[in-house]
């Protein structure tokens, strides 16, 4: 039955879409309020089904009806319950509901929220929401439905992907298409602004909440996602410039940019018709993220829908979108207002080289990742852009992009002089000096990159607690009170800029000083790896839920108090498969990380990698994330723009 | 001149959505290989396993087989991996060319660690056998058939359902030919 009122729901929230699209539009273009209200109310309703049906399917999950085709091919009674939650986006059909869901919230967010908004902006946002909304709606009806039943059903499911049965995929598909839907928001204003054909600091101060919205939980999608790989695909990697992790890296780079572009857009008015395309830019790029999971045009581990025909339809959508929207801004953008002047040395200045560079990066992503397509139009020769490429391109932007992170929150707004904001960064230069030196002297001239890595992660962290430092030290009579008073967005740039640092710190440890070890052991064995002497003490069978594990039990000595190391092999009998559990012992300073392979005769193959400062990665990846979420956390944001009231005009008694 | 740079980004936007679209209909996996119904080519290539035989065109002579293109570097081979396990459990004869290393070991330790499907397994380290058999990437599988004619190709991993829906039941239909 839930299948049904699923399917149900979905149609009427398709209809209701349909609505959402035309009405407001229609109804800001001839200033009728009952036109814009409806819309409002179409937004909230159409939200209200998707919910609906987002709820049958999981529902359709949790109790295992197979009688829904979807559910029969991705779960099974043994899966545990979570799990059999989780698949609920595990696959093609209900990742894009769940697409579709996420949609249809923060259009409702849009309708429920920003009581200050324009009626006439806001009406407009929801008529270009609701045409998203349509065109996705009308992909999951058309083409992927995920309520088609099976009959007869199946006493028992297969299995979701052993791979996916995981606490990192409970979180991370929402996580991404949290930030990737999100940013629709930002195109919708961006687009109803080149509609209404009107760009201000109000403008910036309704759309930086929903930028940092989307931000927030895109960075700690990507970050999770690079973990779940760490500790799942069991090789001990946590970054491999695969297809679908740069779809989701490229939103993110341009979505910084975004979100540092519009704070000039709202306080200084300038980088008007940039921060526009910015928005639109970051929106096609989530819905190329999509696309290429989606379309195969791009072969990746990630690509579990191959489908050119779904492909034509994703590919008609980020046409239509787009496209059109690109065509408006040609032909709106120019007529956009100029900002106001600023010197090239001044905050304005820093941002625009930051947006500069980030755009850059994201370029060189771009191109490292669809290069393989355009090569083999031009000449029918396949090749594949590894690490090489990226090392070579991607780093040497990145850099210096790193080391002037700093320089941004020290500079003052319209004009600044370089050498009074080089004496404001005098401590963090010392801090990052001293810690170069250090390393150096420790490493020698043939360390001189991990040096200079370490001596930028130092610069960061010193920076950002310079931020604080500064404001504190300038009035220190009341510091009680000066701490108490520091904004909250003061206090988000600093974890964010300091979380790259700690970023910085784990890439650096983790390039310079890994070190792994491959062998063969039989129970008893013994080896001295990385400063620690490991043993294979047991070889054991284990029964899990729905799977088999060899398991291997070390004990590792050395660097602290012994303990127990586990690392197993799983194998899942219904899905036929086989996943690697590894050993991971975590710790600040670094990481033993120990898989096992096959059996033979000379023994257990072991594979053993010492990981140092790795940790710090992922750390300060939910660090940045963090400084976002107290930056949206401060009032001023949640308040909105403050409207100028309206000069009241006493009604003059009429004489 | 102003109008022409807030034209640019549509205009570079077509170009792109064009190559998409063709990119999409020349879709790799549906794309048939240069090499189907014709013979594979020569190679005779050295060993993987130290104590193993090479891999030479003779060997795929009598019965049908499928030929594995992998190697160490190669995420999505990861994921194949078990698929090829599970099959070389079932007695599919399976062989495997490690294409385009750059040392010797990681092929080898590749088979280690996480088993060995193959029954020959050469070593492909300049990728030229690769490249005559039209291997545009890894992992890449040909069926070939008792008389060593290319009949299939299969472009990245292999999944339960390629393997139900289109690769078995050809090595079935093979396997029945005389």
């Excluded at chain 1, 931000?215 to 700690?220: A, E, G, Q, Y």
């Excluded at chain 1, 890296?249 to 540092?260: D, E, F, I, S, V």
């Excluded at chain 2, 879709?27 to 090499?35: A, F, G, R, Y």
């Excluded at chain 2, 193959?118 to 005559?132: L, P």
């Amino acid at each position: 039955m839930s299948a049904e009122v699923g399917q149900f729901a979905l149609i009427l929230a398709l209809l209701l879409a349909l609505v959402q699209s035309v009405a407001p539009l229609l109804g800001a273009h001839r200033g009728d309020a009952a036109l814009m209200a409806l819309g409002r109310r179409a937004t909230l309703l159409q939200a209200a089904f998707v919910i609906l049906a987002f709820g049958c399917l999981a529902y359709a999950y949790v109790t295992c009806d197979f009688s829904v085709a979807l559910v029969a091919q991705h779960s099974h009674t043994t899966q545990p319950l979570p799990y059999r939650f989780a698949a609920t986006w595990g696959s093609h059909e209900g990742s894009m509901l769940l697409w579709v869901l996420i949609l249809a919230i923060y259009g409702g967010g849009v309708a429920f929220f920003n009581g200050t908004l324009r009626e006439t902006l806001r009406a407009r946002v929801l008529g270009v929401q609701g045409v998203i909304a349509t065109a996705f709606l009308g992909f999951l009806i058309f083409t992927s439905n995920p309520f088609l039943r099976l009959d007869p059903a199946p006493p028992d499911g297969m299995e979701l992907n052993p791979l996916l049965q995981d606490p990192g995929l409970v979180f991370h598909p929402p996580l991404l298409y949290l930030g990737y839907v999100g940013f629709s928001i930002a195109f919708c204003f961006a687009v109803a602004a080149l509609i209404e054909g009107r760009v201000d600091a109000a403008w910036a101060r309704w759309v930086r909440p929903w930028v940092l919205a989307a931000w927030i939980p895109l960075t700690c999608g990507i970050t999770l996602g690079s973990a779940w790989a760490y500790y799942e695909l069991g090789w001990g990697g946590w970054w491999f410039w695969d297809p679908v992790e740069n779809a989701s890296l490229m939103p993110w780079l341009l979505g910084t940019a975004l979100l540092h572009s519009a704070l000039v857009l709202e306080r200084r008015g300038a980088l008007v018709s940039w921060t526009i395309l910015l928005a639109i830019l970051t929106f096609s790029l989530s819905l190329v993220g999509t696309f290429l999971v989606r379309s195969g045009i791009l072969t990746s581990v990630h690509a579990f829908a191959v489908d050119p025909r779904r492909g034509v339809y994703i590919l008609g959508i980020i046409g239509a979108t787009t496209g059109l929207s690109l065509a408006l801004y040609a032909w709106r953008a120019p007529a956009l207002h100029a900002g106001a002047l600023f010197q090239g040395i001044s905050r304005e200045g820093g941002i625009v080289l930051n947006n500069v560079l980030l755009a850059v990066l994201c370029a060189t992503v771009f191109a490292g990742t669809f290069s393989p397509v355009f090569i083999e139009m031009a000449n029918g020769d396949k090749i594949s852009v590894g690490p090489p490429y990226y090392a070579r391109v991607f780093a040497p932007i990145a850099i210096p992009l790193l080391a002037l992170v700093v320089f941004g929150p020290m500079l003052n707004w319209k004009r600044d002089n370089l050498r009074a904001v080089l004496m404001r960064l005098r401590i963090p230069a010392a801090i990052a000096g001293v810690a170069l030196l250090a390393a150096l002297a420790l490493g020698g001239v043939k360390g001189a990159v991990t040096a200079g890595g370490l001596a930028v992660a130092a610069w960061l962290l010193a920076g950002s607690a310079a931020i604080l430092g500064r404001r504190w030290w300038a009035q220190r009579a009341y510091l009680g009170r000066a701490i108490r008073t520091t904004p909250r967005a003061i206090v988000g740039l600093t974890l964010a800029h300091a979380g790259l640092g700690l970023l910085t710190l784990g890439i650096t440890g983790v390039t310079a000083w890994e070190s792994d070890k491959v062998l063969s052991m039989h129970p008893g064995d013994t080896v001295a790896f990385a400063g620690r002497t490991l043993t294979l003490e047991a070889l054991d069978n284990v029964q899990g839920p729905n799977y088999q594990a060899r398991q291997a039990r070390f004990r590792v000595e050395g660097q602290g108090a012994p303990y127990i190391l586990e690392s197993e092999r799983r194998f899942y009998p219904t899905a036929q498969s086989q996943t690697t559990e590894a050993g991971i012992r975590v710790g600040p300073l670094g990481n033993l990380y120990v898989s096992v392979g096959e059996e033979s005769p000379s023994g257990l193959v072991v594979r053993m990698w010492n990981h140092p400062l790795i940790i710090w990665i992922w750390l300060g990846g939910f660090t940045m994330a963090l400084g976002g979420f107290v930056s949206l956390s401060d009032r001023r944001l949640r308040l909105g723009a403050a409207v100028k009231p309206a000069i009241k005009v006493q009604p003059v008694a009429a004489e | 001149m102003k109008r022409i740079l807030f034209l640019a980004p549509i205009v570079g936007f077509v170009v792109l959505i064009g190559v998409f679209f063709a990119g999409l209909h020349r879709d790799p996996t549906l794309l048939p290989s240069m090499m189907i119904g014709k013979p594979v080519p020569q190679f005779d290539l050295p060993p993987v396993r130290p104590d193993g035989p090479g891999f030479a065109t003779a060997d795929l002579k009598g019965e049908p087989a499928l030929v594995n293109f992998y190697a160490s570097w190669c995420v999505a081979c990861r994921v194949e991996h078990p698929m090829l396990m599970r099959l070389r459990a079932e007695g599919v004869p399976i062989h495997g060319v490690d294409w385009k290393e750059n040392e010797t070991g990681p092929g080898y330790q590749w088979l280690e660690m996480r088993g060995d499907p193959y029954i020959h397994v050469g070593d492909d380290r300049s990728g030229r056998t690769g490249i005559d058999m039209g291997v545009s990437a890894v992992p890449e599988t040909f069926v070939v058939d008792k008389r060593g004619v290319v009949r299939y190709r299969h472009v990245g991993a292999i999944t339960p359902e390629d393997w139900d829906r289109k690769i078995g039941p050809l090595m079935k239909k093979l396997q029945a030919e005389s």
